[in-house]
């Protein structure tokens, strides 16, 4: 997988209105406009409800929280990418 460059990074996050933090960027086929899915690392009991604060539930040896990993991501089409470079290089070369 090839690295974009940070300048179109930064403007890939801003236009899905991302969040800083770990969110990668998947490049797709067409002209989509970067959009973010996906959810924040989270905690839920065994029946899925959300634990909002989940050190009120972290006594030893009667939790039933279940961590459920961070998921977020921003799509883009490489099409929005070649529009929105300014006819400069997409991708960084390491």
């Keep these: 997988m090839q690295r974009i460059k ?19 960027i998947v490049v797709t086929d067409g002209d989509a406009v970067p959009r973010r899915s996906g959810l924040a690392g989270h905690y839920t009991n065994k029946s899925g409800d959300f634990i909002s604060h989940p050190s009120a539930y972290s006594r030893r040896g009667w939790s039933s929280m279940v ?3 961070c998921t977020r991501m ?3 089409g490489q099409g929005w ?3 929105n470079s ?9």
Excluded: F, M, Q
């Design 6 to 24: 940070d300048r179109l990074r930064t403007k890939v996050r801003r236009a899905a209105g991302s969040r800083p933090g770990p969110a990668p």
């Design 86 to 94: 300014n006819g400069g290089e997409i991708y960084a070369s390491d």
């Design 81 to 83: 990418l070649d529009d």
């Design 67 to 69: 961590y459920h990993p």
């Design 74 to 76: 921003i799509t883009v």
